[in-house]
């Protein structure tokens, strides 16, 4: 599925996306797909707009919720979402990946901290959560900047690329969820 609402913090908004979005979806992935690889390992030398369309459908996990992340001057930059719900256990992955040009102003730790209020808010989840590679600092860097707390590191919890990777584990509770102003 994908997000059911747009979300926006009058900085970064993450809307869902309608497959009217795959072509230029499909191009951005394309042209950074060196920026992407090996952390997002969907980002195949072959991606095309079917792969788009595929992503758009919620074919690939039927449970994501998955937004665009659009910047100020209304331009796709990348996407978020969450993924691998767990219903029984009240969890789900948070995941993110923003464009070269648009990285180093703060983009995806915003869209990180609307999705975690999205996933307790709207989805009702009692914990979300952020993993990535002990290799993937600049991805440790948005957690570490999120409202989420780091929780400690597993051994070999992913594989990327045929690679199995230490993984850190951040999350936030929804007791934790910061109070609107
Ligand atoms: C991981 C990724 C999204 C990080 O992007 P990013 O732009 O570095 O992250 P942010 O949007 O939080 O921006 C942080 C930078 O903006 C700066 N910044 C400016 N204004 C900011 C603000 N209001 N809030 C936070 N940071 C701000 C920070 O100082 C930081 O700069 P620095 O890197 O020079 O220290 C990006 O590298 C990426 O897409 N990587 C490939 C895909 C990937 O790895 N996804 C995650 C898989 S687990």
Redesign the pocket.
Known sequence: MTGLRTLTDG?VTLRPPTEADAETMAGIVSRCRD??WP??VWATPDYATEDALFWIRGEADPTAHNFIVVDETNAPV?SAGLNRFVTQDSHADL??????E???????????NLLLRYGIEDAGLNRVE????TQ?E??R??AE?SWATYEGTLRQYLVLDGEAHDAHCYSLLAEELPQLD
Not at 95 to 100: F, K, T, V
Not at 102 to 112: D, E, N, P
Not at 130 to 133: D, K, T, V
């Open positions: 900085v920026h992407l952390w997002m990348g995941g993110y990946w923003i464009a070269p648009a990285c180093g102003r703060g983009l995806a730790t915003r869209a990180t952020i993993w990535m590679s993937n600049p991805s860097a948005v900047r």
